[in-house]
């Protein structure tokens, strides 16, 4: 049976934190207890303290290290947020005594940093400009994955991928249209009218099969009758993408509309005379419900639904 919370917060140390943290990083209980200015011994003796609060064990041994059990990764992921709380803590303490400034770290999907995220960090960092920021480009699910761990305080992406979505609060921003885009030097770049048909035997960037992009471009070619294109290159980079296109005019690409405008408008790739008939889902903010968010995430918030 497991302690009750009073229990383990009064035995519970936040260097114990950092020792399972270190404990996870390493596999080693030798190299966790040297970068914990620990003994070996001294390190044992801790992870079994640590043990002995929650009542049950952790970490499985073996010749070739340590290694956490399910209720060790479980134990090890709220290490993570609370050390990362701390240190969100102290840059907030730092920002107030300063007179401004602080800390945010934000994620966001590809199709929002053109759409919303940029603009709405422009102006926060008009009214903060002391204030740190940290910036993720990544799909949903590893954003999500950033959010429980605590290196994100919050996110512009879709919820719906989790395995638990009620775990997030959820504010809409916006629906995302999507547009079919190709480098300047595309053999139907100058077409007056494409269709999926044209661009079937073309060469594809297409994102990869676990975001929801994936499933729509399949769609498309599902529901016009066609077979899906041969060896695509997967990538979810926006920089890569770009690259991709202006070295190879064979490749084209299904991304989202606000950033085909953003390469159209600086010349770095053409949006090609073809309708995307199927709509993704809207995306919006996503933050840990429960989670108290800093002042600087509360201010990313207001620019975001403004």
Known sequence: MLPNVDSIAARLRLKQLRLLIALDEHGSLHRAADEMALTQPG?????????????????????????????????????????????????????????????????SIMGAVSGVLVDALTRLRA????????????????????????????????????????????????????????????????????????????????????????????????????PLPLHPVETSSTITTVLLLQRDPTLVSLMPLDMAHFLTGHGLARRLAIAVRSRTEPYGIVTRRGAALSAAARLMIDELTQ
């Open 43 to 107: 390190a044992t003796k801790a992870l079994r303290e640590i043990e002995a609060t929650f009542g049950a064990t952790l970490f499985s041994r073996s010749p070739q290290g340590i290694q956490p059990n399910e209720l060790g990764r479980c134990v090890i992921r709220y290490a993570r947020l609370i050390h990362m709380d701390v240190a969100h803590l102290r840059e907030e303490m730092a920002g107030i005594l300063q007179g401004a400034g602080g800390r945010l770290a934000v994620g």
């Open 127 to 226: 009214k903060q400009p002391a204030l740190t920021v940290e910036v993720v480009e990544d799909t949903s699910a590893r954003l999500l994955a950033l959010l429980d761990q605590g290196r994100l305080d919050l996110a512009i992406c879709r919820a719906s991928v989790a395995r638990q979505p009620d775990h997030y609060d959820y504010v809409e921003l916006r629906d995302e249209p999507l547009a079919i885009v190709a480098g300047l030097e595309h053999a139907l770049i100058d077409a007056p009218e494409v269709t999926l048909a044209d661009l079937a035997q073309s060469r594809w960037i297409v994102y990869p099969s676990i975001m929801p992009l994936r499933s729509l471009f399949e769609r498309e070619f599902k529901e016009a009758g066609l």
